[in-house]
């Protein structure tokens, strides 16, 4: 069984509440997942995994910085060519999310599908699209 490690580092409990919901919707498709913070995953727990998650918020244009300290620790990790979704939420922008994708495109060459971006204020509408995102995952273990 293909092993979905989901990553996430939340300041309100949203990113929390996305990573939670992806592992339940890879759990359905046959996938397992494991759900853990950016504080408590190491090196080597990315590298074990088939495909990685990687989600934080968006905090003034920007990462929260434990999740900035978290890709610092987690740099070096070997995941090339792995598949990888970059996921959070946001207020009024999305700008971390960005941050994280293109930290999985150019710096761990990774093989990603497209970001799941979940706005605070609409997170049904967010929340609608966890399957597509594991989805694309599913297709690419």
């Known amino acids: 069984m293909a092993k979905l490690l ?4 939340s300041r309100t409990g949203n990113t929390q509440r996305i990573a939670e919901v992806l592992a339940e919707a890879a759990k359905a498709k046959g996938i397992e997942a494991e759900v853990k913070r950016g504080r408590d995953t190491e090196v080597a727990d990315l590298e074990a995994a ?3 998650a990687l989600g934080g918020a968006t905090y003034h244009h920007d990462l929260i910085p434990s999740m900035k300290e978290f890709l610092f620790k987690v740099e070096a990790a070997k995941l090339e060519g792995k598949p990888g979704l970059a996921f959070g939420s946001f207020g009024w ?3 971390a999310i960005e941050i994280i994708q293109e930290t999985l495109i150019y710096l761990f ?4 599908v497209e970001p799941l971006k979940v706005n605070a204020w609409k ?3 967010g929340m609608a699209q966890v399957g597509r ?4 995952l599913a297709a690419k273990l």
Request: aromatic share 4%; charged share 40%; hydrophobic share 50%.
């Open 93 to 95: 922008s999305a700008d």
């Open 133 to 136: 995102v594991i989805d694309a």
């Open 50 to 52: 088939d495909a990685v």
């Open 109 to 112: 060459k990774m093989d990603v």
């Open 123 to 125: 997170e049904e509408e």
């Open 6 to 9: 989901i990553v996430y580092q």
